[in-house]
Structures are given as structure tokens and as C-alpha cells.
T-cell receptor
Framework: RKEVEQDPGPFNVPEGATVAFNCTYS??????FFWYRQDCRKEPKLLMS???SGNEDGRFTAQLNRASQYISLLIRDSKLSDSATYLC??????????FGTGTRLQVFP | NAGVTQTPKFQVLKTGQSMTLQCAQD?????MYWYRQDPGMGLRLIYY???????DKGEVPNGYNVSRLNKREFSLRLESAAPSQTSVYFC????????????FGPGTRLLVL
């Protein structure tokens, strides 16, 4: 079993739609959690951290369920510019981040 | 403030050739990392350096060596390239303390024939 698992997609959604991505992780000792965004042929960039209480940044909402070892990312009012691959990332110990393989999102007009 | 820079951007090698990928950061970060990214595999850690003068193996270190030349620079060397090392290589550095935010360089696309 992979340490971090994501649905690879692609998710094809129209502009304005709400879309949710899920991620599961296997190491219950994982300490911190993130969503990174990666545009085609570019480097990954931090989108947002995921806090235990859930957190929101504009149109983006991240949730963490430690009991189920599950992380989610919700994007509301999708824009064309949201088209990218979204990487779920888990910090299992100091200096060790585990990256999921990513979920590809394509927003169409 | 350039962040993390990598050279070269692209490289084609023949099997058995050697090369060094260069990485530098100007954010005064202690920790630096080398990853490779392959389709369907996600990012995999090759080596990392928690501070100047220290390096440690990651998930896939075989066939690679690294040098932490100083606080700014962390290089990755392929001594004898193999087709299995065809990949996109990313260097990253980490903000000190707090949560693990990593900043990535633009990547090096390597093709080994």
C-alpha cells in the first residue's frame, strides 16, 4: 500500500463548479499535512497547509480527519486557472515529506 | 530574491556518461533536498541535507551522489548514467522551524539514451 494515495483523475469540471479531492495516508504518526499545486512542466508550489480544525483560504477549503487518516481539498467556484495537478503531501517525520502522485484537474469554459 | 535555482534545465546523456546537477538557494535555509519525479510515481526523495556538512540518503539514492558545498549549494552527481535515471529532477529547500514548507527549483529534465 502506498503511503499517500490519491485518485489520479482527471477531474474535468466546468467553470464555476465545486470539486473535491481526497487523499488517504497510511502512517498514523504523520505530523503535518499539505496540499501542493503543480502546473504542467513546472515545479510544485505550496497551496495550503492542512490543520486539524480545517482551514479555508478564499475558494479553497482543506479538511483533516486523523481518525480515518484522510485529507480533503474542496475548490469552490472553479476557475480556468485552477487547472493543474494537486499533490497531497504528508510529513511523517522531520525532513521526510511523502508526496502523493497527484490528482489532475481540468476546468473547461 | 531568486529562491531556488537549478542548472541545467535540460540535458541529454548517453549511458555511462557522468554529470552534475547544480542547485542553489538564497533564502538562508538549512535543509535542502533532491527529488526525482516520474509519471505515476510522484516525487521521490533521492538525498537530503539537513545542514551544511551533512547529507543523508532518501528513498532512491542508488546511482547518485551529493555534495553540500556550502549553505547555499547542494549538487547531485550521476557517476554513470543509466536509462532508468531518465526523469525530472527537482531541488528544494525548507523553511526553518514550524511546518514543513518546501520551495522547489524549476527542475532539470534529464534524458539518458
Amino acid at each position: 500500500r502506498k503511503e499517500v494515495e490519491q485518485d489520479p483523475g482527471p477531474f474535468n469540471v466546468p467553470e464555476g463548479a465545486t470539486v473535491a479531492f481526497n487523499c488517504t495516508y497510511s502512517n498514523s504518526a504523520s505530523q503535518s499535512f499539505f496540499w501542493y499545486r503543480q502546473d504542467c512542466r513546472k515545479e510544485p508550489k505550496l497551496l495550503m497547509s492542512v490543520y486539524s480544525s480545517g482551514n479555508e483560504d478564499g475558494r479553497f477549503t482543506a479538511q483533516l480527519n486523523r481518525a480515518s487518516q484522510y485529507i480533503s481539498l474542496l475548490i469552490r467556484d472553479s476557475k480556468l486557472s485552477d487547472s493543474a495537478t494537486y499533490l497531497c503531501v504528508v510529513n511523517v517525520r522531520a525532513d521526510k515529506l511523502i508526496f502523493g502522485t497527484g490528482t489532475r484537474l481540468q476546468v473547461f469554459p | 530574491n531568486a529562491g531556488v535555482t537549478q542548472t541545467p534545465k535540460f540535458q541529454v546523456l548517453k549511458t555511462g556518461q557522468s554529470m552534475t546537477l547544480q542547485c542553489a538557494q538564497d533564502m538562508n535555509h538549512n535543509s535542502m533536498y533532491w527529488y526525482r519525479q516520474d509519471p505515476g510515481m510522484g516525487l521521490r526523495l533521492i538525498y537530503y541535507s539537513a545542514s551544511e556538512g551533512t547529507t543523508d540518503k532518501g528513498e532512491v539514492p542508488n546511482g547518485y551522489n551529493v555534495s553540500r558545498l556550502n549553505k547555499r549549494e547542494f549538487s547531485l552527481r550521476l557517476e554513470s548514467a543509466a536509462p532508468s535515471q531518465t526523469s525530472v529532477y527537482f531541488c528544494a529547500s525548507r523553511t526553518p522551524g514550524g511546518r514543513e514548507t518546501q520551495y522547489f527549483g524549476p527542475g532539470t529534465r534529464l534524458l539518458v539514451l
